[in-house]
């Protein structure tokens, strides 16, 4: 039910935002920034929950000797797939990170950006991450922190986790109308604020602790909000929780960091 509830919410987002994002720097790029190793590597990889495939299409763009697999649950593989059209060093598939319809063992790297924590069962997913991956090869992820030491965003999530039971039930197109409603508002009291404190060193750490700190524009959180309020199933990682399910799933190497300026995990290990 709550998968179905998922591929329904991102397939709207998907298709929404393959129209009206332009492409341009993506979340690959600020994840290879803060990555030493790079990403893309070997002869095939898998790009798990491409979305509309903007990283999808960047990868593959910049590294036609490389096949790319994308997938994802919802319709935004057709997105993909035209977005994509003209690379031929790109296959796009339709599945579920439980269960990833590949052999053992194909895969050079995995990259998956904001999608294991929307799973029903994610050590399910980090288990097919493993299942995929060649061995001594790694996957690089992007997963949401649970904010267990900053008081002000560990609050706010809870309060949304709260208002989440109901928007949930809203219609697709409606709960966006009014999350793009309500970006505005956001940015007032959030971001604005934010981008003041990051100008100056003493009250940085202000900036730091800020929800929604990343804002560049009045309507620029619509797609954010949604995401927040429209998924039915959201894990929050700690630190050490992180750490422990790399460990147990059979990583080696592990290393989490973050992304410059923004809440979010950014992990990866190598497979033994």
Not at 50 to 73: E, S, T, Y
Not at 95 to 120: Q, R, W
Not at 244 to 254: E, M
């Amino acid at each position: 039910m709550k998968e179905n509830q998922t591929q329904e919410k991102y397939s709207f987002l998907w298709l929404k935002s393959y129209k009206q994002q332009p492409l341009g720097t993506c979340h690959f790029h600020h994840m290879q920034n803060v990555i030493p190793d790079k990403i893309v590597r070997g002869s095939i990889g898998i790009d798990i929950g491409c979305g509309c495939g903007q990283d999808l299409f960047r990868m593959a763009k910049d590294n036609p000797c490389v096949h790319i697999i994308g997938m994802d649950i919802s319709d935004g593989v057709y997105a993909a797939s035209r977005l994509c059209v003209d690379l031929t060093n790109v296959s796009v598939i339709r599945g579920s990170a439980e269960d990833i319809p590949l052999k053992n063992e194909v895969c050079d790297f995995v990259y998956s950006f904001g999608v294991l924590h929307h799973l029903t069962d994610y050590k399910k997913g980090f288990l097919e991450v493993v299942r995929v991956l060649k061995r001594h090869n790694p996957c690089f992820l992007y997963l949401y922190e649970d904010h267990c030491d900053n008081s002000i965003k560990y609050i706010a999530v809870k309060i949304i986790s709260f208002i989440r039971k109901i928007t949930v039930m809203i219609p697709s197109r409606l709960l966006y109308f009014l999350c793009s409603l309500a970006s505005p508002f956001v940015v007032i009291l959030f971001s604005y604020p934010a981008s003041l404190f990051r100008k100056f060193k003493v009250t940085h750490v202000l900036y730091e602790r800020m929800p929604f700190n990343f804002a560049n524009g009045p309507f620029s959180l619509t797609a954010d909000l949604y995401d927040r309020f429209a998924t039915p199933i959201e894990h929050r990682f700690g630190r050490k929780e992180l750490l422990n399910i790399f460990t147990k799933s059979g990583f080696y190497n592990i290393n989490i960091t973050k992304l410059k300026d923004t809440a979010g995990w950014v992990a990866w290990g190598y497979k033994r």
